[in-house]
């Protein structure tokens, strides 16, 4: 996509509906995790920031949702990849657009990419 959005909005509503949905549910799930998450557009997709620092992304495409926990929450969640089947590479993991959103899975990852953050910090 060579557009440029302004907001996650923007950027959802490209999509057909069932896709939009999926996306809105990922993007809740994130949000749930703390009040201080904040959105933005970055690499021309939903973002993420935890204390300022970047959190999570998520893209859609045709026939999956990629989501980018960083190259450690990849590493960490390696086993639950393989476990469910999806495909994976050292920055990202692609969930089938007709699978159900793996909240559990999803939750874990942005908890696990918040923890890495205040660790740092300290």
Not at 18 to 36: A, D, F, S
Not at 42 to 69: D, T
């Amino acid at each position: 996509m060579k557009n440029t959005f302004e907001n996650i909005d923007d950027y959802i509503l490209l999509f057909p509906e069932e896709v939009q949905e999926k996306l809105q549910e990922i993007r809740k799930v994130i949000h749930t995790q703390n009040p201080e998450i904040e959105e933005y557009i970055g690499y021309q997709m939903p973002a993420f920031k935890y204390k300022k620092k970047p959190l999570v992304y998520f893209a859609g495409y045709k026939k999956h949702i990629g989501f980018y926990p960083g190259a450690e929450g990849i590493r960490r969640f390696e086993t639950d990849f393989k476990e469910r089947k999806y495909k994976f590479s050292k920055g990202a993991v692609q969930f089938p657009v007709n699978d159900e959103v793996p909240v559990d899975l999803i939750t874990k990852m942005v908890k696990f990419r918040m923890e890495e953050i205040e660790n740092k910090k300290s």
